[in-house]
């Protein structure tokens, strides 16, 4: 197989949350952004840190319908770490000299722009989540995050059929809605 | 429209659920209706973002787990206790409380094993991981409390009266008789698996006992003790009956427990009918508990046992769980397939109901035991 066909396989996989594809992407390139990040005043948490976040980056690019990514993965991801390190070290004002890896460096600054964004949208959602209680958490959490079957949750919570489930489930959404929209109204 | 039935309808419409019929008749709906139309787009806009949030939460959960497998393999190295799990920083909350409540009174701290075993349940590897180090916490607590609990002792020994423990124990619980032809007594797993030479029960009078479980049943967190020593005096049949179905919410109860050298009293009221993350093993009780009332009796004030406790939540104050009474029977189901016991059921005599409760604490405390060894 190909580079560009081996990236390309590796990219969907993340995009469906394959964990095979993950650990792949890891063991290519965090060696190279963890020496980046030790080159430039960080630590191995740092590192550590960037890199998962550059992977979130990825992997919300990943998912938007229209994408394509016109570099290599390798690239892509430097790219991006460099961006959030060079942008932390300004935030700590610890900015020293810079070395680089890798000559070639590609534009991410609207990819980091949307990441930082979604990343709000995911605090706020999340903070509404932390707010509703239980069970409404749990039952929304099976059915819109570990996408259980109505049916299966019904058994698992107790309800007796799936059908009260699911009111208790529309009851719920709705309390998480109005959590979520006053806040995400607020930071508009 | 309901706000209920907007978010069914959106839900189907955005998942492609709807039959053609029906999406024909909703969008027509929508376009004559600017305003439900507005409703609807925030819905599909509220499910995008929630759909979202879960697919972002499920990445940094594989993320998490794939940078742990690397920091195992060597290839990332990252400083230990990263990060701010819930759980860690409960324990800090926790070890302040005790490591005051240790020094300043000598009292014996609180159990984390009984929420630990509930987490381990759990079969997450990140949790595992943070258990193992609560444990490795409890360890150093244990070590406090043995020197507290000698301090306490030699303060005995100095009292001319007070009974010289023959045991040096490591720990503290409690335990209650079911059956008095064998002389069995119920406590919870997690206390015997503390056991790792000696097992002793000891009564209100400060006499003990070694006993050995017969039966341990980490799942429901359950052990039978029977008793070994002949010296223990056969009694009469316990007073208290033991519930078979659930304990209904409200339901004032009352506990006796050793969290310290002489048995506690306590009250509190049945408050949900499921335990921890809604695990249908226990139910949750309003009370306070400390460790050592780890296997302590809960009965109702018509004499009937509804459960054992066994945990507290601890981020919530009063949040104890126990274990429901039913599973005694399933327990004893158990034991009676093993050789000898084949003919065992519990008997009792309840004579509680109708009594004011300082006798029917009278009658009951006889029948409750500190379980401790080392």
């Known amino acids: ?188 | 429209m309901e706000d209920t039935l907007l978010i069914d309808a959106a839900e189907r419409f955005a998942r492609g659920e709807m039959s053609a019929e029906e999406k024909i008749f909703f969008e027509e709906l929508r376009k004559q209706n600017p305003e439900l139309d507005q409703l609807v787009v925030e819905q599909l806009f509220f499910l995008n973002e929630l759909e979202r949030y879960g697919n972002t939460k499920n990445f940094k959960h594989i993320l998490q787990e794939t940078e742990a497998k690397l920091v195992q393999e060597g290839m990332i190295s990252r400083s230990p206790l990263q990060g701010d799990s819930k759980v860690v920083y409960l324990w800090k909350r926790y070890k302040r409380t005790i490591a005051v409540a240790a020094s300043i009174a000598g009292i014996v701290s609180l159990s984390i094993v009984g929420i630990s075993a509930l987490l381990h349940r759990e079969k997450n590897d990140n949790l595992k991981i943070l258990v193992g180090q609560l444990k490795e916490k409890d360890r150093e607590i244990k070590q406090i409390k043995n020197q507290t609990d000698k301090l306490a002792a030699a303060i005995e020994n100095n009292a001319p009266t007070a009974p010289r423990p023959r045991v040096d124990a490591k720990f503290r619980a409690t335990g209650f008789l079911i059956d008095v032809s064998n002389n069995f007594i119920v406590t919870n797993a997690h206390v015997v698996n503390e056991a790792r030479h000696q097992l002793i029960v000891e009564n209100n009078r400060g006499e003990q006992f070694t006993a050995e479980a017969i039966y341990t049943n980490p799942e429901a967190d359950l052990a039978i003790l029977k008793v070994k020593d002949n010296t223990f005096k056969k009694m009469s049949p316990i007073p208290y009956s033991i519930r078979k179905s659930n304990a209904d919410l409200g339901e004032q109860v009352f506990m006796l427990g050793f969290p310290k050298q002489e048995i506690v009293y306590g009250e509190g009221y049945v408050s949900a009918k499921n335990g921890y993350q809604m695990d249908t093993t226990y139910f949750q009780l309003s009370t306070s508990a400390n460790e050592g009332n780890s296997g302590s009796p809960v009965i109702n004030r018509n004499g009937e046992l509804l459960g054992i406790i066994t945990s507290m939540e601890t981020n919530a104050e009063g949040v104890v769980f126990a274990i429901k009474s039913s599973n005694i029977y399933k327990a004893m189901d158990e034991v009676k397939k093993m050789k000898g016991y084949e003919d065992i059921r519990i008997t009792s005599q309840p004579s509680l109901k109708g009594s004011d409760r300082v006798s029917q604490i009278k009658k009951v405390e006889d029948y409750v035991f500190m379980v401790k060894g080392n």
């Open chain 1, 1 to 188: 197989m190909s580079n560009i066909l081996q990236e390309k396989v590796l990219l969907e996989g993340l995009a469906r949350e394959d964990r095979a594809s993950v650990e792949q992407i890891y063991r290519d390139n965090y060696g190279m952004i963890q020496s980046f990040v030790l080159n430039n005043n960080g630590t191995t948490d740092d590192a550590a840190d960037i890199f998962q976040e550059a992977m979130i980056v990825l992997f919300e690019k990943s998912k938007s319908p229209d994408f394509e990514l016109n570099c290599q993965l390798k690239t892509y991801l430097y790219s991006v770490c460099r961006r959030l390190w060079l942008k932390r070290l300004q935030q700590m004002q610890r900015l020293g000299r810079q070395s680089d890896f890798l000559e070639e460096v590609v534009p991410v600054d609207d990819d980091i722009e949307f990441h930082e964004k979604r990343q709000q949208d995911f605090m706020i959602m999340e903070a509404a989540m932390g707010k509703i209680g239980e069970p409404c958490k749990s039952l929304l959490e099976a059915y819109y995050i570990q996408k259980k079957q109505m049916q299966q949750i019904a058994g698992e919570f107790g309800y007796t059929n799936a059908d009260n489930a699911k009111t208790q489930k529309y009851k719920c959404l709705v309390r998480l809605k109005k959590l979520f929209f006053a806040q995400y109204k607020n930071g508009q």
